[in-house]
């Protein structure tokens, strides 16, 4: 069975988390663990939200403005989709530190079906 690519998000600062989901990985060894450093939205000065994400097209698709955390989530997930361009990968699995599995449970049915 091959190794399914599997990109993790996580803030740094957040170790406590970081821990949590690699415990909670570490029940498949056919996952192939990535960390991906997470984008701080709150961190981020106006120009730099506004140089990397279009938050006026945001807002006025949207009819709102949009949350400093919902920039850095977006962020960090078009990070994990450069990195899987660049391993030139068909599909990878990317996961949130705070991920759970249902039934603590993933099984082979889910990978024949990638």
Same mark, same amino acid.
């Given at each position: +069975?091959?190794?399914? $690519? /599997?990109? *993790?998000? !996580?803030?740094? $600062? ?13 029940? =498949? ?5 990535? +960390?991906?450093?997470? *984008?701080?939205?709150? &961190?981020?000065?106006?120009?730099? $939200? !506004? !140089? #990397? =994400?279009?938050?006026? $097209?945001? /807002? ?13 989530? /977006? #962020?960090?997930?078009? +990070?994990?989709?450069?990195? %899987? %361009?660049?391993?030139? #990968?068909?599909?990878? #699995? ?6 759970? =599995?249902?039934? !603590?449970?993933? /099984? &082979?049915? =889910? %990978? +024949?079906? *990638?």
């Amino acid at each position: +069975m091959d190794r399914l $690519k /599997t990109y *993790v998000i !996580n803030l740094p $600062k957040d170790q406590d988390r970081r821990e949590s989901i690699l415990k909670e990985t570490a029940q =498949f060894p056919w996952l192939d663990i990535e +960390m991906i450093e997470a *984008v701080y939205g709150k &961190e981020l000065s106006d120009e730099e $939200k !506004n !140089n #990397l =994400f279009d938050c006026k $097209k945001y /807002t006025q698709y949207y009819g709102r403005e949009l949350m400093p955390g919902e920039i850095g989530c /977006t #962020l960090s997930h078009q +990070m994990c989709y450069k990195h %899987l %361009l660049e391993a030139d #990968l068909d599909y990878a #699995l990317i996961l949130e530190d705070d991920a759970h =599995f249902a039934n !603590n449970k993933i /099984t &082979e049915q =889910f %990978l +024949m079906s *990638v």
